[in-house]
């Protein structure tokens, strides 16, 4: 990002490449519309675009930019009035993880992980809003505890119990499934 504040264009490029999969994601299992997605998410890269030149370094640019789409998402929500519900179905994005090839592994064992997977992405979009949110932060953009309490503006303690309670229910609820 400094590259790019200071001028180099091609800098763009390659932060474009490495976050836009993660951001898209967030933002469209955030929102659960593809159309709103896509437009938090042109939005997101305008006004990164345009606060480049006051771009000053006080975290990683992941934290930087999940934060801009935190923001961009609150305005959304609030403008639109939104219940803030996040899921994984496959329609919305896929599962968090690939599956393997069922041509690879035997069809019982590909029905199971398929079953698991789903229960998985169930209890996910069960979790409460901002557990979800945090949950999502760290699996989307490999965020540390510290870089979700800057990007949803908490302290470190509220974002790390957020992640905490997040996965209890989620280990539970595997478990509870079995």
Do not use: C
């Amino acid at each position: 990002m400094l590259h790019y504040r200071d001028g180099d264009a091609a800098a763009f490029d390659v932060l474009y490449a490495r976050h836009k999969g993660g951001v898209y994601r967030y933002l469209l299992r955030l929102s659960r519309d593809a159309a709103v997605a896509e437009e938090l998410f042109q939005d997101v890269w305008t006004n990164l675009i345009r606060a480049r030149f006051g771009y000053t370094v006080q975290a990683r640019f992941a934290t930087y930019l999940y934060r801009l789409a935190h923001n961009r998402w609150i305005d959304h929500y609030r403008r639109n009035r939104l219940g803030v519900v996040v899921t994984l179905d496959e329609e919305d994005g896929g599962a968090p993880v690939d599956p393997p090839d069922d041509r690879e592994i035997p069809q019982d064992v590909a029905l199971d992980a398929r079953r698991q997977a789903a229960r998985l992405m169930e209890l996910i979009s069960e979790l409460p809003a901002a557990q979800r949110e945090a949950f999502l932060l760290q699996q989307e953009g490999g965020m540390s505890v510290e870089d979700i309490a800057n990007a949803t503006g908490v302290t470190r303690e509220t974002a790390k119990s957020r992640l905490r309670y997040a996965m209890s229910k989620l280990r539970k609820g595997m478990q509870e499934w079995r």
